[in-house]
């Protein structure tokens, strides 16, 4: 089965303080995803990577970074969080062409 | 417009009936076609992929895509409390590499009543 595992579920940061959201997938898949997910909007992608050290913003990259690394490791960072990032964060992996498979989600609240 | 139109619900029926659950989208190059279920509190579920027009069947559960509509359907028989989740169809965008891109719809939520 896939495992995709994110490193927190709940999370509670101040404004301004940087956020780090690490996700690690077992499979082996070349790609990787973050969306945040919020009521009525649905998931929106704000950045992914189809190789190590290779990324490429989604819909809403901005105030968001991302770092990959190592394949089986995906992290997005939060540079200077605020109230409006207060969200579900998702990760999710592929391999080549195919489906997505998800992480269990961050919900991170932003004070 | 949202690419994706998908209605939020929420829906509630009793056990044993039979749901619908809809989506419909405005791009025309959308190829790929999926519907993910998430509990609540939990990640998306892939439940059902399919990549061309007509029905794909997986036990209780029936998808049904409509290219010439823009139009996609997931069918529950005989529906279950076990059922009772937030449903979100999905849509490939454009592809980078080997990565697909998806465009989901807000997701639909229901609740299956004993």
């Known amino acids: 089965d896939v495992k995709v595992t994110q490193s927190s579920r709940y999370l509670v940061k101040r404004t301004g303080e940087k956020v780090f959201l690490e996700c690690v997938q077992d499979m082996d898949h070349e790609n990787m995803f973050w969306y945040r997910q919020d009521p009525g909007l649905g998931l929106r992608l704000i950045y992914f990577?189809?190789?190590?050290?290779?990324?490429e913003k989604g819909d809403i990259p901005e105030g968001y970074s991302v770092s990959r690394e190592k394949k089986e490791r995906f992290s997005l960072i939060l540079e200077s969080a605020s109230t409006n990032q207060t969200s579900m964060y998702l990760c999710a992996s592929s391999s080549v062409g195919r489906e997505q498979y998800f992480g269990p989600g961050t919900r991170l609240t932003v004070t | 417009q949202k690419e994706v139109e998908q209605d939020p619900g929420p829906l509630s029926v009793p056990e044993g009936a039979i749901v619908s659950l809809n989506c419909t989208y405005s791009?025309?190059?959308?190829?790929?076609f999926m519907w993910y279920r998430q509990y609540s509190r939990k990640g998306p579920e892939l439940l059902m992929y399919?990549?061309?027009?007509g029905n794909k069947e997986d036990g209780r559960f029936t998808a049904q895509v409509d290219k010439s509509s823009k139009y996609i359907s997931l069918f529950i028989r005989d529906s279950q409390p076990s059922d009772s989740a937030t449903y979100l169809c999905a849509m490939e965008g454009f592809s980078s590499g080997s990565a697909r891109q998806l465009t989901f719809g807000s997701g639909t939520q229901l609740t299956v009543l004993p």
């Open positions: 399919t990549y061309s027009s």
């Open positions: 791009n025309s190059a959308f190829q790929y």
């Open positions: 990577s189809y190789d190590v050290k290779m990324k």
